[in-house]
């Protein structure tokens, strides 16, 4: 398109001027008006919206960009497990272990639910510990889109006050926007929800090690013609 490296520039300058300044250094556009957020964080949740400023079309749905943190701790009495997700929409969270609820307390598994997160403990158990890779948090959106986070075997994590701490932190457009993206690190595979519509739709997944640089997304537009 002629005048797309004005029209993108503009745009950058646009959205510089509406974001706090934390995150306007973080942001760029690219060629095929996608907007890129390096090193997102779970105080970034909220709506994004694309404005075509030359095109005749109506202006697209803002994208809801939600942020999941799933945590390990780890000390000498055992592990805990944390699920928590950052979102503007009605979010619920549930333990899975080989696709069935972990819905009940027992004399080895606590789980204590907070709002939008959910703590799972386990005590210091050679079974426990092989089972605990095998344990899943389901986010559910609205009560109707699904999505199934996944603690994998990684090498240990960094260390605070005599915890081992692993990190996982996922961005998610959620099930509600036409384009369903997900960010992930420590090589996890998420797959998305996508809502039924007459328009084409992408699906895209990053592979990102926390331990060498934080997520970024991309939220993919249309190129206006």
């Not at 809801?64 to 997700?85: A, M, T």
């Not at 789980?111 to 005590?123: C, D, F, T």
């Amino acid at each position: 398109m002629a005048g797309s490296g004005v029209l993108l520039l503009l745009l950058l300058l646009l959205l510089c001027t509406v974001v706090p300044s934390h995150l306007s250094n973080r942001l760029s556009l690219t060629e095929d008006c996608a907007l890129k957020i390096q090193h997102v964080l779970p105080d970034e949740t909220g709506l994004y919206q694309c404005l075509q400023l030359v095109s005749p079309d109506e202006p697209s749905p803002p994208e809801s960009l939600s942020v999941v943190s799933l945590i390990e701790e780890e000390d000498l009495q055992g592990s805990k497990l944390w699920c928590e997700v950052s979102s503007v929409s009605g979010i619920s969270v549930r333990w899975l272990h080989q696709g069935r609820s972990v819905d009940q307390d027992t004399s080895e598994i606590i789980i204590r639910y907070l709002r939008k997160a959910s703590v799972l403990s386990l005590p210091k158990n050679p079974f426990l510990y092989q089972v605990k890779h095998l344990l899943e948090c389901e986010v559910t959106e609205h009560g109707t889109c699904k999505r199934i986070f996944s603690f994998i075997k990684t090498p240990d994590g960094p260390t605070r006050s005599g915890l081992k701490l692993r990190y996982l932190v996922v961005s998610v457009l959620l099930s509600s926007l036409l384009l369903c993206l997900s960010v992930t690190v420590l090589y996890t595979y998420i797959s998305g929800c996508k809502r039924k519509s007459d328009q084409s739709t992408e699906e895209a997944v990053f592979y990102e090690d926390l331990r060498e640089s934080l997520a970024a997304l991309r939220i993919l537009r249309h190129t206006v013609q």
